[in-house]
């Protein structure tokens, strides 16, 4: 489409993504955001619901597929899982190209899908849907109907593990600490402040439906099955994924001539090296992502760090830069955000 503007939904416009979603896309170019939705609070403006959007203008719609159809030529939908199938069938039978944050079509493999989300209710769109972790798709993402946003753990740990996904050896293990924001914007008694602060939680150990999407993407990058152990921990913090990652990587092979390959001209990814070591506030409310590495002398194992923004490589952010993709502008477009300090 190059440079025409196409018209933009955001489904599901009030959670923690989608308002992401509408701030980034209310500084880009090529859009015209033509509808916001939220179930709970259709008819309201925005602005009443999230004062940082208010000068927008914008008010909430109901959640109408049919609706939206007909008014727009893409749709960015964050709705919560199970609640996007329905939707996001409707929109893309009717010429709606779509960019799902939510977790509805990130499989491929339906007989795990199920094992952990359900039944589904639309295989063959699932069958369909492009993995969007842009980096590593960004040919199939430019022409797809329908892409699915990679997890924000997933991003956090698949960008440092694909390039080196045919040089790994036995199990990897993935330790991942998120702010709180990663678990929506529904009121939880676990996510109070007095239950957070000063604190850092365990939780869905052995359990956690990333878990899976994390091995599915590493085995097809591998050629061959790859385990993974995840474990997830909630820091006291709003935004922000710290990832650490633990590989056993032949001493042979350079990691970072690896890494250094296929990141050389990526603007999102930013390599630290000479002992520089990744952390969240570095990468607050951006799309970047940064990786290091280390091989741990003693072990021989490889302990690959990884930062992002949950709410932007992680998931908003992520899902522009694939939009950018399939409207054919630079990836980067909307997206040159400098993090906040401090």
Not at 88 to 116: C, N
Not at 174 to 189: I, P
Not at 298 to 304: N, P
């Amino acid at each position: 489409m190059g440079t025409s503007l196409v018209r933009v939904a955001v489904v599901g416009a009030t959670g923690y993504s989608g308002a992401e979603a509408v701030r980034l896309l209310a500084r880009h170019p090529n859009v015209k955001l033509e509808v916001v939705t939220s179930e709970q609070a259709s008819g309201r403006a925005l602005g009443d619901v999230h004062r940082t959007l208010d000068f927008l203008g914008l008010t909430l719609e109901a959640v109408d597929a049919n609706a939206i159809a007909g008014r727009v030529d893409f749709a960015l939908t964050a709705l919560p899982h199970g609640a996007s199938t329905p939707v996001v069938r409707t929109l893309v039978e009717q010429g709606v190209r779509v960019i799902d944050i939510g977790a509805d079509f990130r499989f491929h493999d339906l007989g795990v899908y199920e094992k952990w989300y359900g039944a589904h209710q639309a295989p063959a769109l699932a069958s369909e849907a492009v993995y969007g972790l842009t980096e590593h798709a960004r040919d199939k993402v430019a022409g797809a109907r329908l892409v699915a946003n990679p997890g924000c753990y997933p991003t956090s740990a698949l960008m440092p593990l694909l390039p080196l996904a045919g040089q790994l050896r036995g199990p990897v293990f993935v330790d991942s600490k998120s702010g709180t924001s990663g678990a929506g914007r529904a009121a939880k008694v676990d996510q109070l402040f007095a239950e957070v602060t000063e604190n850092i939680r365990p939780y869905s150990v052995g359990k956690h439906r990333h878990q899976p999407e994390i091995a599915e993407q590493l085995t097809g990058a591998a050629g061959e099955s790859r385990a993974v152990l995840f474990t997830p921990q909630l820091l006291p913090i709003a935004r922000g994924i710290l990832t650490t990652i633990y590989a056993d990587i032949a001493e042979d092979v350079d990691v970072g001539a690896l890494l250094r390959e296929a990141y050389a001209d990526e603007p999102f990814v930013r390599l630290l090296e000479g002992g520089a070591l990744p952390e969240p506030r570095s990468v607050r409310g951006t799309n970047l992502i940064e990786i290091a590495w280390v091989r741990d002398a003693a072990t021989g194992r490889v302990v690959l760090i990884s930062a992002i923004d949950n709410l932007g490589k992680g998931a908003a952010g992520q899902a522009v830069q694939n939009l950018n993709c399939m409207i054919g502008v630079p990836e980067t477009t909307a997206l040159e955000l400098l993090p906040a300090l401090p």
